[in-house]
Nanobody, 125 residues
Framework: VQLQASGGGLVQAGGSLRLSCVAS????????MGWFRQTPGKAREFVAA???????????DFVKERFTISRDNTKDTPNTVYLQMNSLKPEDTAVYYC????????????????WGQGTLVTVSS
Protein backbone atom coordinates (compact mmCIF):
# COMPACT_ATOMS: atom_id res chain seq x y z
CA VAL A 1 0.00 0.00 0.00
CA GLN A 2 1.29 3.44 -0.92
CA LEU A 3 -0.05 6.63 0.62
CA GLN A 4 0.24 10.11 -0.84
CA ALA A 5 -0.74 12.97 1.47
CA SER A 6 -1.34 16.58 0.52
CA GLY A 7 -3.18 19.72 1.59
CA GLY A 8 -0.98 21.20 4.26
CA GLY A 9 -0.18 24.88 4.40
CA LEU A 10 -0.24 28.07 6.42
CA VAL A 11 -3.51 29.23 7.95
CA GLN A 12 -4.51 31.74 10.60
CA ALA A 13 -5.96 30.61 13.91
CA GLY A 14 -9.65 29.88 13.54
CA GLY A 15 -9.24 28.91 9.91
CA SER A 16 -9.69 25.60 8.12
CA LEU A 17 -7.67 23.19 6.01
CA ARG A 18 -8.48 19.87 4.39
CA LEU A 19 -5.82 17.21 4.12
CA SER A 20 -6.08 14.46 1.54
CA CYS A 21 -4.47 11.04 1.36
CA VAL A 22 -4.69 8.89 -1.74
CA ALA A 23 -4.10 5.20 -1.15
CA SER A 24 -3.02 2.71 -3.78
CA UNK A 25 -2.76 -1.03 -3.46
CA UNK A 26 -4.83 -4.15 -3.19
CA UNK A 27 -7.57 -5.12 -0.74
CA UNK A 28 -8.01 -1.58 0.57
CA UNK A 29 -11.43 -2.53 1.91
CA UNK A 30 -9.63 -4.46 4.64
CA UNK A 31 -7.58 -1.48 5.81
CA UNK A 32 -8.20 1.13 8.44
CA MET A 33 -6.91 4.59 7.53
CA GLY A 34 -5.82 7.32 9.86
CA TRP A 35 -3.97 10.54 10.52
CA PHE A 36 -1.20 11.20 12.99
CA ARG A 37 0.78 14.34 13.68
CA GLN A 38 4.23 15.14 14.96
CA THR A 39 6.04 18.21 16.22
CA PRO A 40 9.80 18.51 16.72
CA GLY A 41 11.02 16.63 19.76
CA LYS A 42 7.72 14.84 20.32
CA ALA A 43 6.43 11.42 19.44
CA ARG A 44 4.04 10.99 16.56
CA GLU A 45 0.52 11.09 18.00
CA PHE A 46 -2.81 9.71 16.88
CA VAL A 47 -5.36 12.21 15.55
CA ALA A 48 -8.17 10.29 13.84
CA ALA A 49 -8.95 7.03 12.05
CA UNK A 50 -11.67 5.44 9.94
CA UNK A 51 -12.39 1.93 8.75
CA UNK A 52 -12.29 1.70 4.97
CA UNK A 53 -15.32 -0.57 4.82
CA UNK A 54 -17.64 1.66 6.81
CA UNK A 55 -17.92 5.11 8.29
CA UNK A 56 -16.87 4.30 11.84
CA UNK A 57 -14.47 7.03 12.92
CA UNK A 58 -12.46 7.64 16.08
CA UNK A 59 -10.75 10.80 17.26
CA UNK A 60 -8.35 11.91 19.92
CA ASP A 61 -10.13 14.08 22.45
CA PHE A 62 -8.41 17.35 21.61
CA VAL A 63 -9.68 17.38 18.01
CA LYS A 64 -13.24 16.22 18.59
CA GLU A 65 -15.83 18.71 17.35
CA ARG A 66 -13.14 20.38 15.20
CA PHE A 67 -11.72 17.69 12.89
CA THR A 68 -13.61 15.25 10.70
CA ILE A 69 -12.15 12.22 8.95
CA SER A 70 -13.91 10.79 5.93
CA ARG A 71 -13.18 8.57 2.97
CA ASP A 72 -14.17 8.57 -0.67
CA ASN A 73 -13.92 6.05 -3.44
CA THR A 74 -15.41 7.54 -6.58
CA LYS A 75 -14.08 7.56 -10.09
CA ASP A 76 -12.72 11.09 -9.67
CA THR A 77 -11.36 10.58 -6.15
CA PRO A 78 -10.51 6.90 -5.76
CA ASN A 79 -9.28 5.53 -2.45
CA THR A 80 -9.02 8.94 -0.80
CA VAL A 81 -9.15 9.77 2.88
CA TYR A 82 -9.69 13.33 4.09
CA LEU A 83 -9.09 15.18 7.31
CA GLN A 84 -11.20 18.32 7.49
CA MET A 85 -9.72 20.59 10.13
CA ASN A 86 -11.78 23.52 11.39
CA SER A 87 -11.23 26.06 14.15
CA LEU A 88 -7.52 25.50 13.91
CA LYS A 89 -5.32 26.53 16.80
CA PRO A 90 -1.59 27.34 16.89
CA GLU A 91 -1.07 24.13 18.88
CA ASP A 92 -2.35 22.17 15.86
CA THR A 93 0.84 23.14 14.04
CA ALA A 94 2.59 19.89 13.10
CA VAL A 95 3.56 17.59 10.30
CA TYR A 96 0.54 15.42 9.58
CA TYR A 97 0.99 11.83 8.40
CA CYS A 98 -1.45 9.53 6.68
CA UNK A 99 -1.43 5.93 7.92
CA UNK A 100 -2.89 2.54 7.03
CA UNK A 101 -3.35 -0.67 8.97
CA UNK A 102 -4.39 -4.06 7.67
CA UNK A 103 -7.26 -5.78 9.41
CA UNK A 104 -7.29 -3.84 12.69
CA UNK A 105 -8.34 -0.43 13.95
CA UNK A 106 -5.79 2.36 14.35
CA UNK A 107 -5.27 3.92 17.74
CA UNK A 108 -1.51 4.00 18.20
CA UNK A 109 1.64 4.16 16.10
CA UNK A 110 2.13 0.44 16.73
CA UNK A 111 -1.10 -0.33 14.85
CA UNK A 112 0.21 1.21 11.61
CA UNK A 113 1.56 -0.88 8.75
CA UNK A 114 2.12 1.89 6.21
CA TRP A 115 2.95 5.59 6.44
CA GLY A 116 2.61 8.32 3.90
CA GLN A 117 4.97 11.24 3.66
CA GLY A 118 4.12 14.12 5.96
CA THR A 119 2.38 17.34 5.07
CA LEU A 120 3.12 20.42 7.13
CA VAL A 121 0.30 22.38 8.74
CA THR A 122 1.22 25.73 10.25
CA VAL A 123 -1.34 27.73 12.22
CA SER A 124 -0.42 31.31 12.98
CA SER A 125 -1.81 33.21 15.96
Amino acid sequence: VQLQASGGGLVQAGGSLRLSCVASGRALSKYAMGWFRQTPGKAREFVAAIRWSNTTATYVDFVKERFTISRDNTKDTPNTVYLQMNSLKPEDTAVYYCAAAAGRPIRTREDVDYWGQGTLVTVSS
